[in-house]
């Protein structure tokens, strides 16, 4: 039976791609987390903060991982917590370290990236278009690219954009805050010139367990939905599907947000996604899965 390594597991993405590992049981599943567990059965669930080299050097001689999984990240609104340099050591450094492991043990990773580190643009292309991450999160984001490019012997980058859904986990993503926002009864400022091609979080998850069924070589691809919508669209679509008043999706623009730099538009070219076959269902779709994790 394969070995798979998640790190990240209880994070945003993670669980539900433990999950569905779990209910293919098609490998003996790994899932590293630092602060919170998660139980889910058919997982192997071990903590490990990824900044102790030694433990994570332990985890990999015991688990053999033919595959991993690294999501674990100090994430774009989690980077006001931390120094730059803490950031850069964990969004860097560490996936140097599990690259080096990776290839020590001839394990596939599949790394999750973001969009984030591209300029603003239409049509985004993985090889030509240019490449201007704003933030410390992107710009150590595409550091780790370049560490896994360098160090690790298969791989593959995912340039994942806006991730939408219910967490299953302590992380909150602007999904969960407008939900509790809207069910509140109070109203959300949303900005209308933010557009970028989101992903609902269970279709990243089963986008993630194909890729090594679709894996040849090494790659960088994107990972994106085909609908390209600002976040006012995404609230306004949400309001209708959870039958909230759309009175409370308020108009908001991009400047009156300071805390750190945003990129208008993120046109991701998602054609290399499609030609290996992984596709993922519409906004509106999505919305009308994700009723079942409500909270």
Known sequence: MRSILVTGASGYIGPYLCKELAKQKAAKVTGIYNEHSLDIEGIDHVKCDLTNTLRLKEIFRNARPDIVYHLASVTQTKTSLHDDDYVEFFNNNITREIAKLCNEHNSLLIFTSTDLVYSEGKDLKEETSELDPLTIYAKTKLMAENSIKELAGKYIILRTALVYGFSLSAYKSFFDFAYSTFKGGNSLRAFTDQFRKPIYNEDAASILTMIPKVYSQNDIVNLSGDEYLSRYDMCLLMAEAFAFDK???????TKEFTEFPLVRQLDLNNEKMKKLALRTG??????????????
């Open 247 to 253: 009175k409370f999706v308020i108009k908001g623009l």
């Open 282 to 295: 519409t906004y509106n779709e999505n919305l009308h899965k994700s009723l079942k994790y409500m909270p």
